[in-house]
């Protein structure tokens, strides 16, 4: 037959489009096409095909041999149509018998091919075995790709070394047996190499990331030099729970778009993000052609930590403002659209003048009072709105600092704090289905009534500190993160005096 249709998929964004791959072979003078907006990576598969069927020990049709990528419209990426294209050609050469047109449509093929036949990992492929699952079709992938195939529980895949393999499972000659998924695992136990109780002293700072932890809330800590602001954000992520394994099979997808290998053992541990103050705009957000992921969308349900706020571009910062509010980042270019998730934690750290000791009660601040208003307006206010929690962050007093784990300090661990977050959370997953950072206002109306008492101290606290709309109902998020942390139905006048606390930080309010 001179004409044979196989099943593939490419990826835009994370998600991962269906695609026919048809080839039809004819006389005529020799010649190789592929048609459908294939990219150079794609076009420049015609050698590697030839070199593996020939190689392989079968022959290149001598004619004409047209593939086509379908749908016609849709831009196609990456390096795994190799194996497809090379099927589809023994197929319509009649070179593969017996095989039915049902059992090639039972399966999808990923795969890049040497010029020996050998099928070689490729980038991006756990989105592709997400949807093949979804649509109940087997998958043929590369053998060193099973480990992302393992992942992926309920699917039907197959991982060959070569194109014999797959030509000889298809043909029935010597069957493939499909890669074993890994047992589900609803909570692993994870350990990390630095701890909560290692930071002296800071105990309201300690108290914020608890909450910040417990409601998903973004965090802002403004202080001297040393004081322990990026101790602190490294910390935070010991104190999330684990990831669901479908949040965690998202994060890896991601990742793996991204061609980040993951530690199957540690892969419901979320992500630590520190990108340097040069990053640019795309390095944070994404971009490119075709578009990757940027550190945004590789903090997605982790932790994404911006150390030097100031010293970060304008432009960079205002960047964030959208995926902060929507938890999602959409990036087009002239002739392509992604989209990726980007549901982050965004924590910052800042000095509070350019020397860094304005404020501070031990050292002498040298700056002009141009310069530290010069130095504040690096930061837009509807960026500055966005953040939940504004947290001061004052220099230690010298006995706290010498002070040791046996002395009369109190700290508490890592452990002991999750313990308490991972309570607050599913308080949260029962109520709502989501974190409380990511209520919307109709969803505030509904779980986070106010008293008389309540509502009275609110207006004044408003009043006083100037809050705007979106300011009001970050401080409704977090008073309803302070109530489930004290398993309290009601948002009480503790609750609220301790979230307007988060708010109103000094430093910045004096800069």
């Given at each position: 037959?001179?004409?044979?249709?196989?099943?593939?998929r490419?990826?835009?964004?994370?998600?991962?489009?269906?695609?026919?791959?048809?080839?039809h072979?004819?006389?005529?003078?020799?010649?190789?096409?592929?048609?459908?907006?294939?990219?150079?990576?794609?076009?420049e598969?015609?050698?590697?095909?030839?070199?593996a069927?020939?190689?392989?020990?079968?022959?290149?049709?001598n004619?004409?041999?047209?593939?086509?990528?379908?749908?016609?419209?849709?831009?196609?990426f990456?390096?795994?149509?190799?194996?497809?294209i090379?099927?589809?050609?023994?197929?319509?050469?009649?070179?593969?018998?017996?095989?039915?047109?049902?059992?090639?449509?039972h399966?999808?093929?990923?795969?890049?091919?040497?010029?020996?036949?050998?099928?070689?990992?490729?980038?991006?492929?756990l989105?592709i075995?997400?949807?093949a699952?979804?649509?109940?079709?087997?998958?043929?992938?590369?053998?060193?790709?099973?480990?992302?195939?393992?992942?992926?529980?309920?699917?039907?895949?197959?991982?060959?070394?070569?194109?014999?393999?797959?030509?000889?499972?298809l043909?029935?000659?010597?069957k493939?047996?499909?890669?074993?998924?890994?047992?589900?695992?609803?909570?692993?136990?994870?350990?990390y190499p630095?701890?909560?109780?290692?930071?002296?002293?800071?105990y309201?700072?300690?108290?914020?990331?608890?909450?910040?932890?417990?409601?998903?809330?973004?965090?802002?800590?403004?202080?001297?030099?040393?004081?322990?602001?990026?101790?602190?954000?490294?910390?935070?992520?010991?104190?999330?729970?684990?990831?669901?394994?479908?949040?965690?099979l998202?994060v890896?997808?991601?990742?793996?778009?991204?061609?980040?290998?993951?530690n199957?053992?540690?892969w419901?541990?979320?992500?630590?993000?520190?990108?340097?103050?040069?990053?640019?705009s795309?390095?944070l957000v994404?971009?490119?052609?075709?578009?990757?992921?940027?550190?945004?969308?590789?903090?997605?349900?982790?932790?994404?930590?911006?150390?030097?706020?100031?010293?970060?571009?304008?432009?960079?910062?205002?960047t964030?403002?959208?995926?902060?509010?929507?938890?999602?980042?959409?990036?087009?270019r002239?002739?392509?659209?992604?989209?990726?998730?980007?549901?982050?934690?965004?924590?910052?750290?800042?000095?509070?003048?350019?020397?860094?000791?304005?404020?501070?009660?031990h050292?002498?601040c040298?700056?002009?009072?141009?310069?530290?208003?010069?130095?504040?307006?690096r930061?837009?206010?509807?960026?500055?709105?966005?953040?939940d929690?504004?947290?001061?962050?004052p220099?230690?007093?010298?006995?706290?600092?010498?002070?040791?784990a046996?002395?009369?300090?109190?700290?508490?661990?890592?452990?002991?704090?999750?313990?308490?977050?991972?309570?607050?959370?599913?308080i949260?997953?029962?109520?709502?289905g989501k974190?409380?950072?990511?209520?919307?206002?109709?969803?505030?109306?509904?779980?986070?009534?106010?008293?008389?008492?309540?509502?009275?101290l609110?207006?004044k606290?408003?009043q006083?500190?100037?809050?705007?709309a979106?300011?009001?109902?970050r401080?409704?998020?977090?008073?309803?993160?302070?109530?489930?942390?004290?398993?309290?139905?009601?948002?009480?006048?503790k609750?609220?005096?301790?979230?307007?606390?988060?708010?109103?930080?000094?430093l910045l309010?004096?800069?």
């Open positions: 037959m001179p004409l044979a249709i196989l099943k593939t490419t990826n835009i964004g994370i998600q991962a489009h269906p695609i026919t791959v048809e080839a072979t004819s006389g005529g003078l020799p010649h190789f096409s592929i048609v459908g907006l294939p990219e150079t990576l794609i076009k598969s015609k050698d590697r095909v030839r070199s069927i020939i190689n392989s020990h079968f022959e290149f049709p004619g004409k041999i047209t593939i086509n990528l379908g749908p016609a419209d849709l831009p196609k990456g390096s795994g149509f190799d194996l497809p090379a099927l589809s050609i023994l197929i319509a050469s009649e070179q593969l018998y017996p095989i039915e047109a049902s059992i090639t449509q399966y999808e093929f990923v795969g890049e091919l040497t010029l020996s036949g050998a099928i070689r990992p490729i980038k991006g492929l989105p075995l997400i949807a699952r979804k649509d109940k079709t087997a998958c043929i992938i590369p053998h060193d790709n099973q480990s992302d195939a393992a992942l992926v529980d309920g699917g039907e895949y197959y991982a060959a070394r070569h194109l014999l393999d797959v030509c000889a499972h043909t029935a000659r010597k493939m047996l499909p890669v074993e998924s890994i047992p589900a695992r609803e909570q692993q136990i994870l350990t630095v701890d909560l109780s290692e930071v002296k002293g800071q309201h700072a300690k108290r914020a990331l608890e909450v910040a932890a417990a409601g998903g809330h973004s965090l802002l800590m403004v202080g001297p030099p040393g004081t322990g602001k990026s101790m602190l954000a490294s910390r935070l992520v010991t104190l999330l729970p684990p990831l669901y394994l479908e949040q965690a998202e890896a997808a991601i990742q793996s778009v991204r061609g980040i290998a993951f199957v053992e540690r419901q541990q979320r992500s630590f993000r520190a990108p340097h103050h040069t990053s640019s795309i390095a994404g971009g490119g052609s075709p578009p990757k992921p940027g550190e945004i969308s590789l903090a997605h349900q982790g932790v994404l930590f911006l150390d030097e706020l100031p010293e970060f571009s304008r432009k960079t910062l205002d964030l403002r959208e995926p902060l509010e929507t938890g999602s980042i959409s990036i087009a002239a002739a392509h659209h992604a989209e990726y998730p980007a549901e982050f934690q965004l924590i910052c750290a800042m000095n509070p003048c350019p020397c860094g000791h304005f404020g501070n009660p050292e002498i040298r700056c002009t009072p141009l310069q530290i208003k010069n130095y504040k307006n930061l837009s206010g509807p960026f500055l709105d966005r953040i929690l504004h947290l001061e962050v220099a230690l007093k010298k006995e706290m600092l010498m002070s040791t046996s002395d009369h300090f109190p700290t508490e661990t890592s452990a002991q704090v999750r313990h308490r977050v991972i309570t607050a959370h599913q949260q997953m029962e109520r709502q974190s409380n950072a990511r209520l919307s206002v109709k969803n505030l109306e509904e779980y986070c009534v106010l008293g008389t008492k309540e509502n009275e609110t207006e606290a408003i006083k500190l100037k809050l705007s979106r300011s009001y109902h401080i409704l998020r977090v008073s309803r993160t302070l109530a489930d942390l004290d398993d309290s139905e009601q948002i009480t006048v609750h609220l005096s301790e979230a307007f606390s988060f708010r109103e930080n000094r309010s004096e800069l």
